[in-house]
């Protein structure tokens, strides 16, 4: 059974930063591509940053600069540091393993809110 865990999300000024981890369980953690997504409300689920199970990274233009996403192969983790946070980037955030970077594999998990004050 395939596990998505995020946390880190919280109430930040804009400016500010965040990191956000994900803890997966259920699979083969390093052999597989994770992304982070996010959902704003009224909005579609987009992919904001992906890496590879080699460590290459993508990223969404809105967010290119500014988030970092990282993975711990030994903790079954991924990482998304947020910095110079603007309110644009208010959302529900999600993490998943992905086909070709792109597609998520698994049910969603919980989330975790990240939200941008003025």
């Known amino acids: 059974q395939v596990q998505l865990v995020e946390s880190g999300g919280g109430l930040v000024q804009a400016g500010g930063s965040l990191r956000l981890s994900c803890a997966a369980s259920?699979?083969?953690?390093?052999?597989?591509?994770m992304g982070w997504y996010r959902q704003a409300p009224g909005k579609q689920r987009e992919l904001v940053a992906a890496?590879?199970?080699?460590?290459?990274?993508n990223y969404a233009d809105s967010v290119k600069g500014r988030f970092t996403i990282s993975r711990d192969n030994s903790k079954n983790t991924v990482f998304l540091q947020m910095n110079s946070l603007k309110p644009e980037d208010t959302a529900v955030y999600y993490c998943?393993?992905?086909?070709?970077?792109?597609?998520?594999?698994?049910?969603w998990g919980q989330g975790t809110q990240v939200t941008v004050s003025i």
């Open positions: 259920g699979i083969i953690f390093s052999i597989n591509a």
């Open positions: 998943n393993a992905q086909r070709y970077m792109v597609a998520p594999l698994y049910n």
């Open positions: 890496i590879s199970s080699g460590g290459s990274t």
